[in-house]
Each structure stands twice: as structure tokens, then as C-alpha cells.
């Protein structure tokens, strides 16, 4: 089937993103939100990202104007019902995804195929969920999505070969690479990645080292672009402790345990840059060390 139409799910970090990046490539948006300022907050930056682009010279100010004319916002659920393809990119909760499923499916066209941005949650218990589980995938983008050249393409256990092949087909318009996934806790890329952030979590628990050698001796002794406490702060500390908590309930093993430091920033609302500290302090000039 030929995907025109794509709906998205939450105009958040990851939502914006791949509006901005589909948009791009031609395809018609719908872009959902909960909330007007979160709508126009997403626009906004959306705008702002394809104006580094165009000042860079890797589009012209046509195609920029072309791309933020294919982007209509919604609050209604109900508007992306008449999409070919819908990516969820709420919040990193299953209760939350699947009451989102749930509300859409009395709108849903017969053929249109159901994704969930997820890093983490199972792809075969979310389709479940649902009135059609043979055309529904897991469609992971990579954050910053303008940046990032890869997406997961997780295939829950009824997910036939028409959607895959669907769903690889838009990647491949996007200019991006996909990786095939199973469907285990955290996929791959999260699965290798979130250790070693709660690993260094655990280090700097333990007074191993701070925050600046930790992240120095990744960047300089493993040829890290960023430091792993730095990247946790870049991701968000909750959505960090959320995937941990996610391969230690689905693998049952103590090396997935989430370190303890990492739930008491969590518990004090020190989120990382969306919330102006972390493992930093971002309300001044330059990033500062919380410990």
C-alpha cells in the first residue's frame, strides 16, 4: 500500500521531530496534541529546525515553506482517522499508549497501519490492544529525529509482511536507515545503550568518579560525542529510569536493576534539560555539575 497520509501522536520532543522530518519528504501531517501550546510549541520548533536547515544550505527556504505547509494540527484524536499510517509518540507509559489506541480505533480506515514510537514497551502486547495486530509495528526514531539517520522497525509477533514493508518503505523516503528488530525489552539500541548509562549512574552512586570525569573519560577515552551523564540529561532521566525498569521487569535480571541515584533524580523532578537540571545545572551560562 502506498502510505500520503501519516498521523503523529504527541507534538513532544519525538513528535515534533518526525513531523518535521516526514513533512520533509512530502508526506500530508497531522500532528495531535493535548494541548494548543504544546501544538504551537512543536511548530514552533519545527520552524526553527528547518531554518538552521535552510541557513545551512541543506534545503531552500521553497522546500522549508512546502514542509510546514503539509503540517495541520489537532487536538481531536478523531482528525487522524483518515491517515494511512499513525506513529504514537506520547509519553513513555504503556497505560498512556494504550487508552491513545483505544480512542482511535472507532476512527481508523480500514487500511491504516498503527506504530508506536516506544524504546521500550512490548510492540506484540501493545498491538494486542487493538482490532488489528497484523498492521501494527513498533517505528522507533532516534532523538534529535532531524539528525538521527537510524529507525528501529520492530514487528510484533502478528505483524504481517505488507506492513513491514509499508513502514521500511517510508523510512527509505526519509532518507534514513532502518534496523530490524525482535521484540524484546528495549529492542537494540536501548538495550545496549541504557545499561551503560545506568552503569555510570552506578559509578558516580558510588563515588567512583564525578559527573565531569565520568563523562570526560567516555568522551576522551572511548571517543563518546557525549558523555553518558550528559546523554542521560539529553534523553531524559524518567524516560531513562522508565526503559531500565522495563528490561528489569521483562528480562528478570539484577544486572538490568535501575541504580538507585537514577530514581531519586527522578523522584525530585531533576528530569535533565527538559526540566534545567540533571546530572547538570542548566539554568545558568554553562552546564553545571549537580554532584
Known amino acids: 500500500m502506498e502510505i500520503s497520509k501519516i498521523g503523529i501522536v504527541g507534538a513532544g520532543q519525538m513528535g515534533n521531530g518526525i513531523a518535521h522530518v516526514c513533512a520533509l519528504a512530502g508526506y500530508e501531517i497531522w500532528l495531535n496534541d493535548v494541548s494548543q501550546d504544546q501544538l504551537d510549541k512543536g511548530v514552533a520548533l519545527?520552524?526553527?529546525?528547518?531554518?538552521?536547515?535552510?541557513?545551512?544550505?541543506?534545503?531552500?527556504?521553497?522546500?522549508k515553506a512546502n514542509a510546514l505547509a503539509r503540517i495541520h494540527t489537532?487536538?481531536?484524536?478523531?482528525?487522524?482517522?483518515?491517515?494511512?499510517?499513525?506513529?504514537?509518540?506520547?509519553?513513555?507509559?504503556?497505560?498512556?499508549?494504550?487508552?491513545?489506541?483505544?480512542?482511535?480505533?472507532?476512527?481508523?480506515?480500514?487500511?491504516?497501519?498503527l506504530t508506536s514510537n516506544t524504546s521500550s514497551i512490548s510492540i506484540t502486547r501493545l498491538a494486542s490492544r487493538t482490532d488489528r495486530p497484523e498492521k501494527f509495528m513498533g517505528f522507533h526514531f532516534m532523538n534529535p529525529v532531524p539528525v538521527m539517520q537510524l529507525v528501529e522497525l520492530i514487528r510484533g509477533i502478528a505483524t504481517d509482511d505488507?506492513?513491514?514493508?509499508?513502514?521500511?518503505?517510508?523510512?527509505?523516503?526519509?532518507?534514513?536507515?532502518?534496523?530490524?528488530?525482535?521484540?524484546?525489552?528495549?529492542?537494540?539500541?536501548?538495550r545496549i545503550l541504557m545499561p551503560m548509562i545506568n552503569e555510570a549512574v552506578y559509578?558516580?552512586?558510588?563515588?567512583?568518579?564525578?559527573?565531569q570525569s565520568i563523562d570526560e573519560s567516555m568522551k576522551l577515552g572511548a571517543?563518546?560525542?557525549?558523555?553518558?551523564?550528559?546523554?542521560?540529561?539529553?534523553?531524559?532521566?524518567?524516560?531513562?529510569?522508565?526503559?531500565?525498569?522495563?528490561?528489569?521487569?521483562?528480562?528478570?535480571?539484577?544486572?538490568?536493576?535501575?541504580?538507585?541515584?537514577?530514581?531519586?533524580?527522578?523522584?525530585?523532578?531533576?528530569?535533565?534539560?527538559?526540566?534545567?537540571?540533571?546530572?547538570?545545572?542548566?539554568?545558568?551560562?554553562?552546564?553545571?555539575?549537580?554532584?
Open 74 to 113: 489537532t487536538l481531536h484524536l478523531s482528525d487522524l482517522g483518515k491517515t494511512d499510517l499513525i506513529i504514537e509518540a506520547a509519553t513513555e507509559r504503556e497505560t498512556v499508549k494504550q487508552a491513545i489506541f483505544e480512542d482511535l480505533l472507532p476512527h481508523l480506515q480500514p487500511h491504516t497501519i
Open 162 to 190: 505488507e506492513t513491514f514493508t509499508a513502514c521500511k518503505a517510508v523510512v527509505d523516503r526519509l532518507g534514513k536507515t532502518s534496523a530490524t528488530a525482535e521484540d524484546f525489552p528495549a529492542f537494540i539500541v536501548n
Open 46 to 63: 519545527i520552524d526553527r529546525n528547518l531554518e538552521r536547515q535552510v541557513s545551512r544550505e541543506k534545503i531552500s527556504a521553497a522546500d
Open 223 to 291: 571517543n563518546h560525542p557525549m558523555g553518558p551523564l550528559e546523554l542521560a540529561d539529553f534523553i531524559g532521566l524518567d524516560t531513562c529510569l522508565a526503559i531500565m525498569n522495563v528490561l528489569h521487569d521483562g528480562l528478570a535480571d539484577t544486572k538490568y536493576r535501575p541504580c538507585p541515584l537514577l530514581t531519586k533524580y527522578v523522584e525530585a523532578g531533576w528530569l535533565g534539560r527538559k526540566t534545567e537540571r540533571g546530572f547538570y545545572d542548566y539554568r545558568g551560562e554553562v552546564p553545571v555539575p549537580t554532584r
Open 203 to 211: 559509578t558516580l552512586y558510588e563515588g567512583v568518579g564525578s559527573v
